[in-house]
């Protein structure tokens, strides 16, 4: 490493006595900028471009003393090494008291003591300087602290939440302005530093220590509560406890409550319109029936007891008058069945068994299947055997309906993968065009006149229902013949999300 | 075999006219001759069988839902008076729902049939009945 060494002279001394460079035959590697002290005057000098200065100047200068020792000064903290051509003791001594770091003789000089000096000067300025950066430095990071706790205090400030800290003994340790505004005015000073349990029923109170020492005991609690505040609001509050070991080792609890009154009031109320929806498709369905089967009977009579005198004509629109009766018997079934289909599949349990055993005696069940071939995957899966049951009947039902031949073959491929199922369904019959992709989802909807074929037009909007509720979804995919639905059914632990 | 078979009544509880009308021709049809009588809810049945009107022996066949005073209500004040309190009593109602179910034979009905849409089915219920009335002893006094 080269020194960058800056020597300045008193011209006027070395003018008058001739004075050698002391670093002439010095061995350490230095690099040196000369100035006279008129030149030096009259420039500026940055304090850190120099490890060293050395000035040299003469006992009889004619610059005043005081010039010489502002010099020292104003190169601090970097090292000033005086020069001086002869010896003197009470010059020595005041350069010292100066703040010079050194001072030497050319009268009685020695290159290796001044080298010496001269290295021992800068490395001790340089460690003082680093222990000086040591000291900004950690001042820094008190400002960057103290930032922070500015963003922190802001973000307590401006959180839609209810923050606080609890110690074992359930005193409030500290708690953000929200909370402590919960409390009435008189009370205010009385929060942090109490467990304020007083001001709660006890209806309240006893929820709050089970879900605090939960979370003392176990690291972690959370709950939704109804919770009446001391200003008499009554709210419902999402609370996370949490357990940390404060600064001195104690276990503290934060706490964390946030106002979900409104989501709550929304989600009963959304609820309950479901519900009485369905109550009242249920109802709709279940009383128009009993007035359409009392039609059906009389009907029935009519023709038991005057069908030999009908002329032809009323035979035939008598069969139109029953097989409309029992079309719409059949809507009125399926709407049913719509209305009650979370109830009939209840829990919804997944099971584990063989796929392919477990869509045979479905398929068994309509119509004319055996001259239909299935082609089932052979795997074991875990889904819900009553939801899947429905589907599938549906699914294969329409098939045979539908089928242009009176033969066919459906495939069903079911692939597994991280987050569920993936079923393929795919039969070769007449296919469904493009444009109706979302139209067959929907209740009552049927691509052929239902005097051409029969149905309700409710299957499909039964199966995606289902499905739906498993928090999967069946999409019509291209295909160039037959149908293809492609249904992505959720494992279990991907829906209940813990 | 029950000598007396051909006494018992069947007091028909029903609301609807046409069900009951169901209920006689399905009689006519099986050439079943027993008397048949007729209440159109719960008050009116009460009232029957409070009065003494319908000889003994007699079975009832009650529907659920009706206006006034339902299949379950009515149940409940036959069997908590005295006097009518052992009279037996069938269900024939459109609800398959297993609480209607379970209720009913808590009040120890006989028999619980749910209402088929198609006629054939009850033709069944009543030929059922015809045997039970016929075969089962039942109370005279």
């Known amino acids: 490493m080269t020194y960058q060494v800056l020597v300045i002279i008193d011209s006027k001394a070395s003018k008058s006595s001739n004075l050698e460079d002391p670093l002439l035959f010095s061995e350490t590697p230095h690099q040196i900028t000369s100035l006279s002290y008129e030149e030096f005057d009259h420039t500026s000098v940055s304090d850190d471009e120099f490890d060293c200065v050395i000035f040299i100047t003469h006992l009889h200068s004619s610059l005043p003393t005081s010039l010489r020792y502002s010099l020292i000064d104003k190169f601090h903290p970097t090292p000033v090494i005086v020069v001086l051509d002869q010896y003197d003791e009470e010059l020595e001594r005041k350069v010292i008291n100066e703040g010079a770091r050194n001072c030497f003789f050319l009268d009685c000089f020695d290159q290796a003591h001044f080298d010496y000096a001269m290295q021992d000067a800068i490395r001790l300025a340089k460690l003082q300087y680093h222990s ?29 939440a209810y923050i606080f800290v609890k110690d074992e003994n359930f005193v409030i340790l500290r708690a953000n302005d929200r909370f402590i505004n919960l409390y009435p ?47 008499g609001k009554v709210r419902t509050m999402h609370t996370t406890k949490t357990r940390f070991d404060s600064l001195n080792g104690r276990p503290h609890i934060l706490g964390l409550s946030i106002d979900v009154t409104e989501r709550e009031v929304l989600i009963e109320r959304l609820q309950k319109s479901n519900k009485d929806l369905e109550q009242f498709a249920y109802t709709a369905s279940h009383d128009l029936k009993s007035p359409l089967n009392a039609i059906k009977k009389l009907v029935n009579w009519i023709e038991e007891d005057y069908g030999e005198l009908f002329p032809a004509e009323v035979t035939t629109q008598f069969g139109l008058i029953k097989s409309r009766a029992e079309r719409m018997s059949q809507l009125l079934s399926d709407l049913l069945e719509y209305s009650r289909l979370h109830k009939r599949i209840g829990e919804g349990d997944y099971e584990k068994f063989k796929f392919n055993e477990f869509v045979k005696p479905i398929h068994a069940l309509n119509e004319n299947s055996e001259s239909f071939s299935l082609d089932v995957s052979d795997i074991e899966v875990l889904l819900p055997k009553t939801a899947l049951n429905i589907v599938l009947l549906n699914l294969l039902n329409n098939t045979i309906k539908h089928h242009h031949e009176s033969v066919g073959v459906i495939s069903i491929k079911v692939d597994e993968n991280k987050s569920g199922y993936i079923i393929d369904y795919q039969d070769d019959g007449p296919g469904i065009d493009d444009m109706y992709a979302q139209k067959i989802f929907e209740m009552f909807q049927t691509l052929q006149p239902r005097d051409k074929v029969e149905g309700s037009g409710m299957g499909l909007a039964i199966v995606q229902k289902i499905i739906d509720y498993y928090g999967g979804n069946i999409q019509l995919m291209d295909s160039s013949k037959g149908v293809h639905f492609r249904i992505v059914w959720p494992s279990k632990n991907v829906l209940s999300n813990d | 075999m029950n000598s007396n078979s051909d006494e018992v009544s069947l007091l028909v509880v029903e609301d609807d006219d046409i069900d009951f009308m169901t209920i006689q021709r399905s009689f006519a049809k099986m050439k079943i001759a027993n008397p048949l ?13 409070m009065s003494g009107e319908v000889s003994k022996p007699f079975i009832v066949l009650l529907d659920l839902n009706m206006p006034r005073m339902g299949g379950h209500e009515l149940l409940n004040s036959i069997r908590s008076t005295e006097g009518i309190a052992d009279t037996v009593i069938f269900i024939l109602t459109s609800s398959a ?14 028999g619980y049939f749910v209402k088929e849409e198609a006629g054939q089915g009850f033709l069944e219920i009543l030929s059922l009945l015809n045997g039970y009335w016929r075969i089962a002893c039942l109370p005279k006094k």
């Not at chain 1, 000291?135 to 839609?160: C, G, H, W």
């Not at chain 1, 929820?207 to 005991?217: G, M, S, T, Y």
């Open chain 1, 132 to 160: 000086l950066s040591r000291v900004s430095k950690s001042n820094q990071l008190f400002r960057q602290l103290k930032d922070e706790n500015a963003f922190y205090d802001l973000i307590e400030k401006t959180m839609p």
């Open chain 2, 37 to 49: 009588i007729r209440a159109i809810d719960g008050v009116e049945a009460l009232n029957i069988l």
């Open chain 2, 97 to 110: 729902d297993e609480k209607d179910i379970l209720k009913s034979y808590q009040y120890n009905v006989a």
């Open chain 1, 185 to 231: 005015e008189e009370l205010r000073n009385q929060v942090v530093g109490y467990t304020t349990l007083e001001h709660y029923s006890l209806e309240d109170r006893e929820p709050f220590l089970i879900k605090d020492r939960e979370a003392f005991d176990y690291g972690f609690s959370e709950t939704l509560e109804k919770i009446t505040f001391p200003d």
